[in-house]
């Protein structure tokens, strides 16, 4: 029985994830891997502007079908 808690926990840890990454909880997290992959050489945002320009460009402009 001990042996089967390590796909269960792994299983579990996959569908956190995965619910982290629908959610939109992991974007502060994404940014800095993709900021450190290609943007070195910028200054890294804080994730508290991080998260206010989300905001600003979430809730910036025209949000209707039509």
Known sequence: MR????P???G???LWRGLR?????DAYE???AHHLLHHRHEPLMSRRVFCAEVTRHRWSGISRCC
């Open 8 to 10: 269960l926990w792994r």
């Open 30 to 32: 994404r940014y800095c």
């Open 3 to 6: 042996g089967a808690a390590g």
């Open 12 to 14: 579990l840890g996959a």
């Open 21 to 25: 990454t629908l959610s939109g909880d």
